[in-house]
């Protein structure tokens, strides 16, 4: 870890995180009964993180360097994705007795962001010719 590391996790962090809020916003109008902004957001930011990573992997047809991996990966994507706030959600609902639309969020949240990483990973695999990784470094594992 080096500054000008750090300095590109917080920038893009940064945009992850107005990301999320943008989002979040627009979202608002079709979150009556679950939360859609947070739901939308984790499948896209899984799908991001494991197209991203299988397509830049170092020794793919497509690398980029280490802070721009970072920059995604870790920055963008850990500022976007909201695992926080979706369980503060699936907490609420729980509390205010909706059972199953807690079940409903969690289980359309954990199924469609796995099949989100999956399919972000399938498709960059093709562009980069068959690779099986995504993930090159524990960092970028943390995201």
Avoid at 59 to 80: E, N, Q, T, W
Avoid at 89 to 115: E, K, P, W
Wanted: a neutral charge; charged letters at 10%; glycine letters at 12%.
């Amino acid at each position: 870890m080096n500054f000008s590391s750090c300095l590109v996790v917080m920038l893009g962090g940064a945009i992850g995180t107005l990301l999320r809020y943008v989002i979040s916003f627009l979202a608002l109008p079709i979150s009556g009964s679950l939360p859609w902004g947070t739901i939308i957001i984790n499948i896209a930011g899984s799908f991001v993180i494991g197209f991203f990573g299988t397509l830049t992997l170092a020794h793919g047809r497509y690398p980029v360097s280490d802070d721009l991996r970072l920059f995604v990966m870790v920055g963008m994507c850990g500022g976007f994705t909201t695992f926080s706030s979706f369980s503060l959600q699936t907490l609420d609902l729980i509390r205010a007795g909706a059972i199953n639309r807690a079940a409903a969020n969690i289980a359309l949240s954990v199924v469609l962001c796995v099949l989100a990483v999956a399919a972000g990973h399938i498709i960059a695999a093709r562009f980069n010719g068959g690779a099986t990784e995504i993930a090159q470094t524990a960092i970028e594992e943390d995201a």
